[in-house]
């Protein structure tokens, strides 16, 4: 059994920041890429940023250079740091990994957190 567990969401202004963490614990052999999703009321969840286990990224257009996605593999942590913050980014954020277990690989996802951008 693995688990996600996200912290740092909140409520913050228009052009501040926030840190997200999500740490990975369970029977983990070892963890491939990890990301970040979002998610609003009544759309599709949509991808934020990815990071492999190698550190390669990759971000949504709508937050490059704004958002960046690290990890810390000792700790089986991702992070992903948002800066310049605007009221679209206002979602739950969904942190998921791609996780070796003795029986196979497979995908989990956190039970999320939000966001709210608001003056």
């Known amino acids: 059994q693995v688990q996600l567990v996200e912290s740092g969401g909140g409520l913050v202004q228009p052009g501040g920041s926030l840190r997200l963490s999500c740490a990975a614990s369970?029977?983990?052999?070892?963890?491939?890429?990890m990301g970040w999703y979002r998610q609003v009321p009544g759309k599709q969840r949509e991808l934020v940023a990815t990071?492999?286990?190698?550190?390669?990224?990759n971000y949504a257009d709508s937050v490059k250079g704004r958002f960046t996605i690290s990890r810390d593999n000792a700790k089986n942590t991702v992070y992903l740091q948002m800066n310049s913050l605007k009221p679209e980014d206002t979602a739950v954020y969904y942190c998921?990994?791609?996780?070796?277990?003795?029986?196979?690989?497979?995908?989990?996802w956190g039970q999320g957190t939000q966001v709210t951008v608001s003056s």
């Open positions: 990071i492999t286990s190698i550190g390669s990224t």
């Open positions: 369970g029977s983990i052999v070892s963890i491939n890429a």
């Open positions: 998921n990994a791609g996780v070796l277990v003795s029986s196979g690989s497979y995908y989990y």
